[in-house]
């Protein structure tokens, strides 16, 4: 169960959530490590560099290298912030919902990118991973990375594909019985 402040009642009660995996922390550390040690050699390296004979023009290509460092970690850092603050308690994650009333995905940045059922004019998957829901009206399709999401890209493929293909059966999103289909179509998967 997730807890958060809303600014508008939402649309329907009960949503089926896939959240988005958590970085892992040893791509985090690499990064930061990676940032850290080619700085280090950097520095180390230029008290030999510079003392050499025309060695301070040697200085516009270290300064921009040592500056080019802390883009590694920052990154790693600011991934670290990310995370604390889209799984804390209290907040809406990221991730990607589905319920009687159409497909939402929830940002890094804060705000959704709602297409409502019959919005959508397909759903197609490309690279493996990529799902593309493509809509009514707008040129653009709405994508998301599914390999990003602690559910399997197929599934979340699958379902989206699954009800806006069966107008239908969209109510069965507010009950237990999605649950159970989501928990099938997951076990298939897992047995492939």
């Not at 270290?62 to 990310?82: D, H, R």
Request: positive net charge; hydrophobic residues 50%.
């Amino acid at each position: 169960m997730t807890l958060g402040r809303a600014t508008a009642r939402p649309v329907d009660d009960w949503v089926h959530f896939c959240r988005e995996r958590p970085v892992r922390i040893w791509s985090v550390l690499w990064l930061i490590l990676m940032g850290l040690g080619t700085g280090v050699l950097l520095w180390l390296a230029m008290p030999g560099v510079l003392g050499a004979p025309g060695g301070l023009w040697w200085l516009f290509l270290f300064v921009p290298l040592l500056v080019l460092c802390l883009v590694p970690i920052g990154a790693g850092l600011l991934q670290l912030i990310l995370d604390g603050k889209n799984t804390s308690f209290g907040r809406i994650p990221v991730g990607l919902t589905l319920s009687r009333h159409g497909v939402g995905r929830y940002l890094v940045a804060g705000g959704v990118r709602w297409v409502p059922w019959e919005m959508i004019a397909g759903v197609e998957t490309q690279l493996h991973s990529r799902v593309s829901i493509k809509r009514i009206g707008k040129a653009e399709p709405l994508d998301f990375t599914a390999g990003v999401f602690e559910q399997d890209a197929v599934l979340l493929y699958c379902a989206v594909r699954f009800y806006a293909e069966h107008p239908e059966l969209r109510k069965e999103l507010s009950t237990i019985v999605a649950q159970r289909r989501f928990e099938s179509w997951d076990r298939a998967l897992s047995v492939r």
